[in-house]
């Protein structure tokens, strides 16, 4: 299994509140991704990377930013949560163009 | 800009058969890659099986195998010898030669199997 650790693994919080998921990765893969999950939309992309600092959108990036100081971390975050950012969140890496993307274990987070 | 369906929400399968989940996307691309993955309850996502565009060769991994049919933008997966192991979500998954790598996903088909 590719070394991808999610944290946290469950979190609630208020609506306005701020939250950062952090993805970590031990395969110094170059490219990292953040997806979330909802019923009925399988997966859709908020975030990726492409190297430390470099940064772009996804189809569903707003509400959300990101950072990439270093190869193995990638930080998500909600400025101000709201009840539609309630979801399961992703992080995937992958090494090189083109090749498949590996998951990590997924946040459940639940914004009341 | 690229759509990935899937229209089966689910699926049931018996014990040791076979059984064909359906994938259809609508592209402008000629050259893009296709993956299945498979979503067990414990929610992590597991990649299957991959396909690259410009090969005409079917992929298959084990039991699994796939029927990509470029010219009508489909892209079935089928499992033999089905196993209770193997009921799970179901996603397929778009992923072009540019855009920054992203996957575009499949609203996915729930698979059960029966013992």
């Known amino acids: 299994d590719a070394g991808i650790t999610q944290s946290p693994r469950h979190k609630v919080t208020e609506t306005g509140t701020p939250v950062t998921l952090r993805c970590h990765q031990t395969e110094n893969h170059r490219y990292m991704y953040w997806y979330r999950q909802d019923p009925g939309h399988g997966l859709r992309l908020i975030h990726y990377?492409?190297?430390?600092?470099?940064?772009d959108k996804g189809e569903v990036s707003d509400g959300y930013s990101v950072s990439r100081s270093k190869t193995e971390d990638f930080l998500l975050t909600l400025e101000s949560a709201t009840s539609s950012q309630t979801s399961v969140y992703f992080c995937a890496i992958s090494e090189i163009w083109g090749a498949e993307q590996y998951f990590g274990p997924g946040t459940r987070l639940t914004v009341t | 800009a690229q759509t990935v369906t899937q229209s089966q929400p689910e699926m049931s399968v018996q014990e040791a058969e076979t059984v064909t989940l359906s994938c259809t996307y609508d592209?402008?691309?000629?050259?893009?890659?296709l993956f299945w993955y498979k979503q067990p309850p414990s929610r992590q996502m597991i990649l299957v099986i991959r396909?690259?565009?410009?090969?005409?060769q079917n992929a298959t991994e084990n039991r699994f195998s796939v029927n990509f049919q470029k010219a009508a933008k489909s892209f079935s997966l089928k499992i033999s010898d089905s196993q209770l192991g193997d009921a799970a979500m179901y996603f397929c998954a778009y992923r072009s030669t540019n855009q920054g790598g992203k996957l575009i996903f499949g609203q996915g088909t729930e698979l059960s199997v029966k013992p």
């Open positions: 990377s492409y190297g430390v600092k470099d940064t």
């Open positions: 592209t402008s691309e000629s050259d893009y890659y």
């Open positions: 396909q690259e565009a410009y090969k005409q």
